[in-house]
């Protein structure tokens, strides 16, 4: 089955620097990749996806890089705000499995 | 719109007894998956159900059940609680079972066995 490694487990910067999260993952046949942050208290949510025909994705400070060659996926936060303070989790998901297979997750500290 | 809704929020049980958890999906949404997060880890895959039906099933024992109601509501059931089943449990809907859809996730039901 996929495996999903996610690094750093834990990112501490300063407010208005960028952030980057790691991932790799096992099963070459993978192709959607989403991207959740989970805060205190609350379930996981979506906040940028990227699909296997395309390499890179961006919505606002937020953007998504893909290498398919590698297996391994980056989320670039830029301009990082203490609203941006949580749990992120990438995940990497098969078109014939419909399950998607989540990191550990990386905890995203920003200081004001 | 209501989102993913999932009851109870907390709940404490001793070793040995059984837990039903609830999920009601989002409005439209025929989907429904259940997963387990234990602290400091990603969500692990339980079961996912679609118009009713068993669509996939994680590596969890058979103490673990779940169903799908007409209404696309789903319930998670846990039988003899082990202490390692102390965990948040997450519902996520979609609107089929398809890899082209995306979960939305409730904020869980947070399970402690003592």
């Known amino acids: 089955g996929e495996n999903v490694e996610q690094h750093p487990s834990t990112l501490s910067v300063q407010e208005g620097d960028s952030a980057v999260i790691k991932c790799t993952y096992s099963d070459s046949a993978s192709n959607y990749f989403p991207w959740y942050k989970q805060e205190l208290g609350k379930g996981p949510q979506l906040i940028i996806d990227i699909r296997s025909n395309v390499g890179e994705k961006k919505d606002q400070r937020i953007a998504v890089t893909l290498n398919k060659t590698a297996k391994h996926f980056s989320l670039h936060i830029t301009e990082t705000q203490p609203e941006d303070s949580a749990v992120y989790f990438c995940a990497a998901q098969s078109g014939g499995s419909y399950i998607p297979t989540f990191g550990r997750g990386t905890s995203l500290i920003v200081h004001p | 719109d209501a989102g993913v809704t999932q009851s109870p929020t907390h709940l404490i049980k001793t070793r040995g007894q059984h837990v039903t958890l609830r999920c009601s999906p989002i409005s439209g949404h025929k989907s429904v998956s259940w997963y387990q997060q234990v602290l400091g880890q990603g969500p692990q895959f339980i079961f996912q159900y679609y118009e009713k039906e068993e669509r996939g099933r994680g590596n969890f024992p058979d103490r673990f059940s779940a169903r799908q109601f007409p209404n696309y509501s789903s319930e998670l059931n846990v039988n003899a609680l082990l202490l390692g089943d102390s965990a948040l449990y997450l519902c996520?809907?979609?609107?089929?079972?398809?890899?082209?859809?995306?979960?939305?996730f409730g904020a869980g039901s947070r399970l402690t066995v003592l």
């Open positions: 996520a809907s979609s609107k089929d079972s398809s890899g082209a859809n995306v979960l939305t």
